[in-house]
């Protein structure tokens, strides 16, 4: 009887491996896809088939505001660490950084107004679309918080 189930312990502990690797492979498949994705670029450039008219133009739009609003990024880091210096009762540090967030969501905002112009009709309705989906799934404009390493 002892060496019948001597015999099973590698079989199950191979087993029990094979699920544990299959578990971290789909976990890690959902968080990749979770965390990294389609970005609103390539979103946006592959569901609204632009021209080469279009593409070329989409390009400069995009560079605009990457270069935009990784300065207002800094501004809102810089209003974050007044905030917390200074804390919540500090109207002015709380104003600060209520005003760069707004800021930020006004470049966001005509930045897709530039993308509209560029739009031909039937594109627009696709590009609202998109824009819902992009608004409601991420943090559009924020990198969003850092993954910790311990």
């Known amino acids: 009887m002892r060496n019948q189930t001597i015999k099973w312990w590698p079989w199950i502990a191979t087993c029990l491996v094979l699920i544990n690797l299959g578990t971290l492979i789909l976990f890690w498949m959902n968080e990749r896809d979770r965390m990294g994705g389609t970005s609103p670029k390539e979103l946006i450039?592959?569901?609204?088939?632009?021209?080469?008219?279009?593409?070329?133009?989409?390009?400069i739009i995009v560079k605009k505001?990457?270069?935009?609003?990784?300065?207002?990024?800094?501004?809102?880091?810089?209003?974050k660490k007044a905030y917390y210096q200074l804390g919540p009762k500090n109207k002015k540090a709380t104003q600060e950084l209520a005003f760069t967030y707004a800021?930020?969501?006004?470049?966001?905002?005509?930045?897709?107004?530039e993308i509209r112009a560029i739009c031909k009709a039937?594109?627009?309705?696709?590009?609202?679309?998109?824009?819902?989906?992009?608004?409601?799934?991420?943090?559009?404009?924020m990198m969003g918080p850092p993954r910790l390493k311990f």
């Not at 505001?65 to 209003?79: K, L, P």
């Open 45 to 59: 450039a592959n569901e609204l088939h632009f021209d080469d008219k279009q593409k070329a133009a989409f390009e």
């Open 103 to 113: 800021k930020l969501e006004a470049l966001n905002y005509s930045h897709f107004e």
């Open 65 to 79: 505001h990457q270069d935009q609003s990784a300065q207002i990024r800094v501004e809102i880091r810089e209003a």
């Open 122 to 141: 039937d594109q627009k309705d696709a590009l609202n679309q998109l824009l819902n989906i992009i608004i409601s799934g991420s943090n559009f404009g």
